[in-house]
């Protein structure tokens, strides 16, 4: 489990690992890991792991496991003056609010889809697609078509809606895993959780 997150405004690897931090009590964690472009800081219980361009501006930070690294995020926040935001905002990925980011996601995913169909078409017409072997594109694909060997008018553009809902029935029904969790399991995704609303409300 990971979160990544990015300063709104410029920062260079250099400077937050010469010191700026220490009045913080944050400071670089030596690792077998550490690069010239990742290195990794601490505040002596948790740590994040920075990335950075070749140009040394910081272009990632990121939470491993159960780490509670707000300490570390608002230390590099206050002494840099900068906003950090984790990738479940939508300021992460460049959008102004988070009904600008759905709605873009949205229209991302419809497009995805009606690519995917349309590569579904030609794999049961025996025409070439860009359908990969191996993949749940292929298995849903391999259903279509023996869906439409049973009901060839499944191929027509106003049955698209119906041979898509079918082509994820079956899939669901013989493909899809059901995880169960424990309550311990439960309680755990919870601290995650909750970690992470902290975060967001400080």
């Not at 997150?5 to 250099?14: A, F, G, K, S, W």
Request: aromatic residues 8%.
């Amino acid at each position: 489990m990971s979160t990544d997150y990015r300063p709104l405004t410029p920062i260079r690897m250099t400077d937050l690992f010469d010191g700026h931090l220490e009045r913080f009590g944050v400071h670089e964690k030596h690792h077998k890991d550490t690069t010239h472009d990742r290195r990794c800081l601490t505040d002596g219980l948790n740590f994040l792991w920075v990335d950075c361009d070749e140009e040394g501006l910081v272009t990632s930070i990121t939470r491993h496991g159960m780490n509670a690294p707000q300490r570390i995020l608002r230390a590099i926040g206050e002494e840099f003056d900068a906003e950090i935001v984790s990738e479940h905002e939508p300021k992460y990925w460049g959008y102004a609010t988070k009904e600008e980011w759905y709605d873009d996601w949205a229209a991302i995913s419809e497009e995805n889809k009606r690519k995917f169909y349309d590569n579904v078409i030609k794999f049961v017409r025996g025409e070439e697609h860009d359908i990969t072997p191996g993949t749940i594109g292929m298995i849903e694909a391999e259903i279509a078509k023996r869906l439409v060997a049973e009901n060839p008018e499944l191929l027509s553009d106003d049955k698209r809606s119906e041979l898509i809902k079918a082509i994820k029935t079956i899939y669901d029904r013989d493909h899809a895993i059901t995880v169960t969790l424990t309550e311990e399991e439960i309680a755990f995704v919870r601290t995650a959780a909750t970690h992470e609303d902290d975060l967001n409300k400080g």
